[in-house]
């Protein structure tokens, strides 16, 4: 009975496969323009696989992400290959001038392998192709 | 001499419980914290779809796990679909099921806000359907990308 429940267990917790970002704190402060993100990211699928990380902007609606961030952030590295159940530690250096408590969102994005089918004859197919990201929300205050 | 080894003898034993007290409590202070994260992905792997008995329609299901550990939302980018060039006109949608559902092309969707701690699996539904007088799907290959994201709060 016990190895059955250690099965399933197993069983289970191999279906967890998304991606996670863990802040380290959820307030951060500017200073010099400047603020310094601490964050881990990780993911338990069964194999190494590419990760993007990237930040989004602050909209009208403080629980709503806005567009990808391009110009005042680094990353280093934005994008990597990461093994199953390891925490990538990464630092991000935000440059902003808010001028009151603003919300932005760092995101780890995993885009799935392109699974291409022919059609066969003239058949008529598709294939549906679902990429997964995961954010956390995080404030920066002057 | 007898007596001095008798003596040294009482004398441990009197004293080594006296010296194992010595120093037993302990502060044990133990603090931390957990961050607030969500994660999503598509358990069941790349979603093939194919066409309906009515032939008017691609359909695909798939699985998602969602998890969080507090307030968190999850959203549908635009669709992008791609289809047989000079293909009938025809529709695009993306459901997961109790989570979000999308038929935009140009603008995001977001579902509403889960709080509190949840860990759901549910259903993946794309289709592509025809929009067209003839109700028939246009033969050849279709595809539809769009990306899941969930934001802890």
């Not at chain 1, 567009?67 to 630092?91: D, Y």
């Not at chain 1, 902003?96 to 919300?103: E, G, I, L, S």
């Not at chain 2, 459901?95 to 259903?123: C, E, M, R, W, Y």
């Amino acid at each position: 009975m016990k190895r059955c429940f250690l099965l399933l267990a197993v069983i289970w917790s191999g279906q967890v496969s998304a991606q996670t970002v863990f802040l380290e704190k959820k307030e951060y402060t500017v200073r010099n323009q400047t603020a310094r993100v601490k964050l881990q990211v990780s993911h338990s699928r069964s194999e190494p696989v590419s990760l993007t990380v990237r930040v989004k902007g602050p909209t009208s609606d403080p629980t709503k992400a806005g567009e990808v961030l391009t110009e005042g952030v680094a990353i280093s590295p934005s994008s990597f290959k990461l093994a199953p159940n390891k925490m990538k530690k990464l630092t991000l250096t935000l440059t902003t001038n808010v001028t009151q408590k603003t919300p932005y969102f760092v995101c780890a994005l995993y885009i799935p392998p392109v699974e291409r089918k022919e059609a066969q004859g003239g058949a008529t197919s598709g294939s549906a192709l679902l990429a997964t990201e995961s954010c956390s929300r995080f404030w920066v205050t002057p | 001499m007898k007596n001095k080894f008798a003596l040294a003898a009482v004398l441990a034993l009197v004293c080594a419980p006296a010296a194992s007290f010595a120093g037993t409590s302990a502060d044990i202070n133990a603090s931390g914290t957990a961050s607030s994260f969500c994660d999503i992905s598509n358990t069941g792997g790349p979603i093939s779809m194919s066409i309906s008995a009515n032939k008017d329609k691609l359909v695909g299901t798939g699985t998602y796990l969602f998890s969080a550990n507090g307030d968190a939302t999850v959203s549908l980018s635009a669709l992008t679909p791609s289809a047989p060039q000079g293909a009938a006109a025809y529709t695009e949608s993306v459901n997961l099921a109790n989570l979000v559902s999308s038929s935009s092309t140009t603008s995001a969707v977001d579902g509403a806000t889960k709080t509190g701690v949840n860990k759901i699996t549910g259903a993946i539904t794309t289709e592509i359907g025809q929009n067209n007088a003839s109700e028939l799907l246009s033969s050849g290959a279709y595809s539809l990308a769009t990306t899941a994201t969930c934001t802890a709060l």
